[in-house]
C-alpha cells in the first residue's frame, strides 16, 4: 500500500529535497506541496494524505495551528501530521504535539531516517524517542497550555484501563519503548503492544503521542521538576 505524503514548507528548495527522496521510495508518494498553514489545510482535505510533513514556522498560518485544524477534523481521522523542526527541543514542537501530532524531525534529518519516520507515523506509532518524552513532553506538556493553543481535551474513560494498562501507559509516557517495558514487566513486546493499543482504543487517542500526553494531563505521571 502507498503511503501519500503531503509537503509543507514555505523554503521550495527543501521541498523540492524531500519530494525527491520520497518519491525515490516505491512504497511512497507525494501527493501535494503547500508553502503555508492555509494551504496545507486545503490540501489535506483535497488529498485525504496518510502522513503531512509540517514545518512549524511558516508565513501567515504557522504549522501549529494548521496541525490543530487537520487533527481535530474526523474528515481527516486517519491523516497523521510529522513535524519538521530545526531546533529538536523547541516549545513550539511541544505546542504541536499538543495539538495532535505525531512525533517530529529535524531538518536536518538523513534520508533513511525520513523515510522510516513517515512510514512509522503512517504505521500509527508515535516518532518520539525516549530522550524527547522524558525531556519535552515531561518540560512542556505538563505545565499549563501555552497561548494560542487550544488544548487537549481531558482524556475521558482512565477508569476504564485495567491495572497493567495504566502501568504500560505511564512507562510509555516515561520514555520507554516496547522492549524496554517488555523486558520491566517480562512480558512480550508483542503484549505490550497490545496494552498500549488497548489504552488508545479506550482512551480515543489518536496514536501513541496522544497517549503519553494524556498521561500526563491525567495526572497518570507528573512531571520532573528538575526537567522544567
Not at 523547541?90 to 536536518?108: C, I, M, P
Not at 516518532?127 to 497561548?147: G, K, M, Q, W, Y
Request: hydrophobic share 50%; proline share 4%; glycine share 6%.
Amino acid at each position: 500500500m502507498t503511503i501519500r505524503v503531503l509537503l509543507a514548507d514555505d523554503q521550495a528548495l527543501l521541498r523540492a529535497t524531500f519530494r525527491l527522496l520520497i518519491d525515490m521510495d516505491e512504497d511512497m508518494d507525494v501527493v501535494g506541496e503547500a508553502s503555508d498553514g492555509a494551504e496545507a489545510i486545503a490540501l489535506a482535505f483535497a488529498h485525504r494524505p496518510d502522513v503531512v510533513l509540517m514545518d512549524i514556522r511558516m508565513p501567515g498560518m504557522d504549522g501549529i495551528a494548521a496541525t490543530t485544524a487537520i487533527c481535530s477534523d474526523p474528515a481527516l481521522s486517519r491523516t497523521r501530521v510529522l513535524i519538521l523542526t530545526t531546533f529538536e527541543m523547541d516549545e513550539y514542537v511541544a505546542q504541536a504535539l499538543q495539538a495532535g501530532a505525531s512525533g517530529f524531525l529535524g531538518k536536518d534529518v538523513s534520508a533513511d531516517d525520513l523515510l522510516n519516520g513517515i512510514r512509522t507515523i503512517a504505521a500509527g506509532e508515535a516518532l518520539l524517542s525516549p530522550h524527547a518524552t522524558r525531556t519535552l513532553i515531561s518540560r512542556f506538556l505538563a505545565t499549563p497550555d501555552s497561548p494560542g493553543v487550544e488544548p487537549l481535551a481531558e482524556p475521558v474513560g482512565l477508569e476504564n484501563l485495567t491495572a497493567r494498562e495504566r502501568e504500560v501507559m505511564a512507562l510509555a509516557a516515561e520514555g520507554l519503548a516496547n522492549d524496554e517495558i517488555a523486558a520491566l514487566l517480562v512480558v512480550s513486546p508483542l503484549t505490550v503492544r497490545t496494552h498500549i493499543h488497548r489504552a488508545m482504543t479506550k482512551l480515543h487517542a489518536r496514536d501513541r503521542a496522544q497517549l503519553v500526553v494524556f498521561a500526563y494531563k491525567s495526572g497518570l505521571v507528573r512531571a520532573n521538576p528538575r526537567g522544567r
